[in-house]
């Protein structure tokens, strides 16, 4: 079993900045794709990014590209999300996920390739 604690949310201003991490208590973390995910009230969970076992590929939904990186420290069994010039529309709980594949990781974009989460940290972006 995988633990995620996700950590680093809070309340920013439009075009500010904050960093999400998410700790791992599994000695195997390098062993899966990790991702990070948002919901909003009203709306379905939304993949935001994901990252391979090594750190490369990653990928990003059109809504955050260029704003956020996510990246990955095996050696630490972490992952993070930073995101700057966020937009109140950004505001949403995000999660952090593990993923069993690894193969080709354009097939964890959905939130049912995921079998550990994390559980969730508010991120509120004022205008």
């Known amino acids: 079993q995988v633990q995620l604690v996700e950590s680093g949310g809070g309340l920013v201003q439009a075009g500010g900045s904050l960093r999400l991490s998410c700790a791992a208590s599994?000695?195997?973390?390098?062993?899966?794709?990790m991702g990070w995910f948002r919901q909003a009230p009203g709306k379905e969970r939304e993949f935001v990014a994901v990252i391979s076992r090594y750190g490369r590929p990653t990928y990003y939904s059109d809504s955050v590209k260029g704003r956020f990186t996510i990246s990955r420290d095996n050696a630490k069994n972490t992952v993070s999300l930073q995101m700057n010039s966020l937009k109140p529309e950004d505001t949403a709980v995000y999660y952090c996920a593990a993923s069993a594949v690894v193969a080709d990781i354009t097939r964890a974009l959905a939130a049912s390739a995921y079998i550990h989460w994390g559980q969730g940290t508010q991120v509120t972006v004022s205008s």
């Open positions: 599994a000695r195997t973390f390098s062993m899966y794709t």
